[in-house]
């Protein structure tokens, strides 16, 4: 069935430096979405692309969805610690309506 | 802005007992979606209405079964409890039961099963 693959699976970064978290599709997507869980929280709704090759920005995030619709990354640049927590992407999949990556756990050292 | 209500937050059981979760949309959203997330895992789909009717299935084990209600709340009845119930279960709500319809996540509740 889908998958999709996340990674990496942990980030560790000093604040002020940027972080990459990259999701891969084993089909083509019609739509790809982000979450953010905080530690202890629910998954958040970030932002859904629907267009090959779409660039979306949210102050210092910055998402992207591949021109094939397989795969697609989310960019912080300069973290601060409020953006500790687990990134998910997901995608529809078949009778699943989200599939989930396995998300990609971002610490932040001050 | 009225969110997703679940409750109860936190529930524990023993194993072979019987759960209830459930779960209030938010105002006018018509489909509920139901996710398990194990420690350290993502969110897996478990079940799906929409108008009151199941819409999607996934890994819902045989021994869980959901519904919606008319007033479009959902309830996840769980039996049997085995340990590898323990988790934290999700409901979602979404305006719509597309792909492309956003879904908002509910607070959770633990279940934890000794």
């Known amino acids: 069935g889908q998958q999709v693959m996340q990674i990496p699976q942990y980030q560790h970064v000093q604040e002020g430096e940027d972080f990459t978290t990259y999701c891969n599709s084993s089909?083509?997507?019609?739509?790809i979405q982000w979450y953010k869980q905080r530690p202890g929280g629910h998954p958040v709704f970030l932002i859904q692309?629907?267009?090959?090759?779409e660039v979306k920005k949210q102050k210092r995030l910055t998402f992207q969805f591949g021109e094939a619709k397989k795969n697609s990354s989310l960019h912080i640049t300069a973290t601060q610690t409020t953006d500790v927590g687990t990134y998910f992407c997901a995608g529809p999949g078949g009778n699943t309506p989200l599939v989930f990556g396995k998300g990609t756990r971002l610490s932040v050292i001050a | 802005a009225a969110g997703v209500i679940q409750s109860p937050r936190h529930l524990i059981k023993e194993k072979r007992e019987t759960a209830t979760l459930k779960c209030y949309p938010i105002?006018?959203?018509?489909?509920v979606y139901w996710y398990q997330q194990g420690p350290g895992q993502d969110p897996q789909f478990l079940i799906s209405?929409?108008?009151?009717?199941?819409?999607d299935k996934g890994s819902i084990p045989d021994r869980f079964s959901a519904q919606q209600f008319s007033d479009y709340h959902s309830e996840l009845n769980m039996s049997s409890l085995e340990l590898g119930d323990s988790a934290l279960y999700f409901c979602?709500?979404?305006?719509?039961?597309?792909?492309?319809?956003?879904?908002?996540f509910g607070p959770g509740t633990r279940l934890t099963v000794l």
């Open positions: 089909t083509t997507l019609s739509n």
């Open positions: 209405f929409y108008e009151k009717m199941q819409s």
């Open positions: 692309l629907v267009k090959s090759g």
């Open positions: 979602a709500s979404s305006l719509g039961a597309l792909s492309t319809d956003t879904q908002y």
């Open positions: 105002p006018r959203h018509d489909t």
